[in-house]
């Protein structure tokens, strides 16, 4: 069964340091990949995905992400955290050997931000 | 253009309880879905419905059912709730098929006593 996989439950950076959330997924065949942002009480946002366009991917508040088929992996990457990045986020793909209308989401990482 | 919203917000049952949450979407999508997070597993697919009058399950369908009789409403009901069923709620939906956005819902916070 196609699975996304978030290393790392919780990570901590300081404010201005690099931001990087590691997504990696299993599929047979390339899929879509999202990358979504949750802060407290409230639902999922988009922040960018991948559609087989460009590997690299830039999305919202500064964030980007590569696809690497080679690796199978969508890392999350940021070049310097604000305060305002805390919150969680995950990493979900859709189409390959789920189908074309589930999204299988990862189970998250927290990311917090250090003063 | 209110996006994707959820009725309650929270509700509080007690085992063997019935309810409906409601999930409403002003953008005319096709898809819409229904998903439970808890903590440490991120979000799984209850049910999903590809239109109206049509629904399917997902991962974690058991002690739910759902209907989508209008394109812009899809209820999730709860028969007879258990402390299990104890969770966060999200309703979403997207246009199409392909590398489609979902669009969230701000969620519904259920506790069963």
């Known amino acids: 069964a196609q699975s996304v996989t978030q290393l790392g439950s919780h990570v901590s950076v300081s404010e201005g340091a690099l931001v990087l959330l590691r997504c990696n997924y299993s599929s047979s065949v390339p899929p879509y990949l999202f990358w979504y942002v949750q802060y407290p009480n409230q639902g999922l946002q988009l922040l960018l995905k991948y559609t087989s366009a460009a590997t690299l991917v830039k999305g919202i508040n500064g964030f980007e992400a590569e696809f690497k088929k080679s690796e199978t992996s969508f890392h999350l990457t940021k070049p310097s955290a604000h305060m305002s990045d805390a919150a969680e986020y995950f990493c979900?793909?859709?189409?390959?050997?789920?189908?074309?209308?589930?999204?299988?989401f990862g189970t998250g990482t927290r990311l917090k931000v250090l003063a | 253009n209110a996006g994707v919203t959820q009725t309650p917000k929270f509700r509080v049952l007690k085992t063997g309880q019935s309810m409906t949450l409601l999930c409403a979407q002003d953008?005319?999508?096709?898809?819409m879905y229904w998903y439970r997070q808890d903590p440490g597993m991120g979000l799984r697919l209850i049910h999903y419905s590809v239109g109206e009058g049509t629904t399917a399950k997902g991962e974690v369908p058991d002690g739910y059912n759902v209907s989508r009789l209008k394109k812009q409403n899809f209820l999730l009901g709860l028969e007879s709730a258990a402390p299990s069923q104890t969770s966060v709620y999200f309703c979403a939906s997207s246009y199409g098929s392909g590398g489609e956005t979902q669009y969230f819902g701000p969620g519904t916070r259920l506790l069963v006593l």
């Open positions: 979900a793909v859709k189409g390959g050997a789920s189908g074309t209308y589930k999204y299988i």
């Open positions: 953008m005319n999508h096709e898809y």
